[in-house]
């Protein structure tokens, strides 16, 4: 399996989104990139149409191997 260095994930908020991207990296948030590509869209009165957070996720340069 080749070993992913960049993801972009989904999440209710940005920050469920980051924790996941930590977990799929199993590396502490200081030697993870994040930015942001989209955040949260709430749904008119809790109707359906919410979009989810998106995050772009990098094992910073010179991480890999720890």
């Known amino acids: 399996m080749t ?9 209710r908020t ?14 502490p948030r200081k ?4 930015e942001v590509l989209s955040e949260e869209q709430k ?4 109707m359906p149409g919410a979009k989810p957070a998106k995050v772009k996720a990098s094992i910073i340069k010179g991480e890999e191997n720890t």
Not at 5 to 10: A, K, L, P, T
Not at 43 to 46: K, M, N, R, V
């Open 31 to 34: 030697k993870i990139k994040i």
């Open 43 to 46: 749904g008119l009165f809790g």
């Open 14 to 27: 940005v920050e469920e989104a980051i924790r996941k991207a930590l977990k799929v990296f199993k590396l």
């Open 3 to 11: 070993p992913r260095f960049s993801i972009q994930v989904e999440g």
